[in-house]
């Protein structure tokens, strides 16, 4: 299966999802991520501001912010390019390109080595860390960047374990559905 011919297949099923069973998962994805070691670790943590056929991480980003986290959200500033950009508050976000709320310009840009965590979208994923994006390559310019450890979000009913890969696909650390939170890599010896 092409990447193309699985992405329609995924956006087709999501589109299906109840509303209910989306909200009841993506609030269950968010308790998972703010009960792990390695969200109460990081200290700077770049988060997706997600869409309508994403996880909602509108409830993540605050609750990082009331946990006194320096959060970042991405500034798309050319196709496939992105920056980490702070914001203070939720009135930093407007409406940017392809409709996704994103920073103001004027907030401060984070190099992606002063991140502590990077919380990833996808079309789909697995266990694995294995990712299907949207198709613009702009994690998979990102992550090489950082040093610290990315986490992707997806909800159980997208999971696949059948994504094609190629040699540029960057694979997460840790995966989260709304039944739990697996490490993707092999423990460090």
């Given at each position: 299966?092409?990447?193309?011919?699985?992405?329609?297949?995924?956006?087709?099923?999501?589109?299906?999802?109840?509303?209910?069973?989306?909200?009841?998962?993506?609030?269950?994805?968010?308790?998972?991520?703010?009960?792990?070691?390695?969200?109460?670790?990081?200290?700077?943590?770049?988060?997706?501001?997600?869409?309508?056929?994403?996880?909602?991480?509108?409830?993540?980003?605050?609750?990082?912010?009331?946990?006194?986290?320096?959060?970042?959200?991405?500034?798309?500033?050319?196709?496939?390019?992105m920056e980490a950009r702070r914001i203070e508050g939720m009135g930093d976000l407007?409406?940017?390109?392809?409709?996704?709320?994103?920073?103001?310009?004027?907030?401060?840009?984070?190099?992606?080595?002063?991140?502590?965590?990077?919380?990833?979208?996808?079309?789909?994923?697995?266990?694995?860390?294995?990712?299907?994006?949207?198709?613009?390559?702009?994690?998979?310019?990102?992550?090489?960047?950082?040093?610290?450890?990315?986490?992707?979000?997806?909800?159980?009913?997208?999971?696949?374990?059948?994504?094609?890969?190629?040699?540029?696909?960057?694979?997460?650390?840790?995966?989260?559905?709304?039944?739990?939170?697996?490490?993707?890599?092999?423990?460090?010896?």
């Amino acid at each position: 299966m092409t990447k193309q011919t699985l992405r329609a297949e995924v956006i087709a099923r999501a589109k299906n999802l109840s509303p209910v069973y989306c909200r009841e998962a993506d609030e269950a994805i968010c308790r998972q991520v703010i009960r792990s070691d390695v969200y109460e670790q990081a200290r700077t943590i770049f988060c997706y501001v997600g869409t309508e056929r994403e996880i909602d991480t509108m409830r993540l980003i605050h609750i990082m912010m009331r946990d006194g986290k320096s959060v970042a959200v991405p500034l798309c500033v050319e196709k496939g390019v992105m920056e980490a950009r702070r914001i203070e508050g939720m009135g930093d976000l407007v409406s940017g390109r392809y409709g996704i709320l994103a920073p103001r310009l004027r907030c401060e840009t984070v190099p992606p080595e002063a991140l502590d965590l990077v919380i990833v979208p996808c079309c789909t994923g697995n266990a694995r860390g294995e990712r299907l994006g949207y198709g613009g390559g702009y994690y998979d310019r990102f992550l090489p960047r950082t040093s610290c450890p990315s986490i992707l979000l997806c909800r159980h009913q997208l999971e696949r374990n059948d994504i094609p890969l190629e040699a540029h696909d960057v694979q997460a650390d840790y995966f989260v559905t709304e039944r739990g939170m697996v490490c993707c890599r092999p423990p460090e010896e």
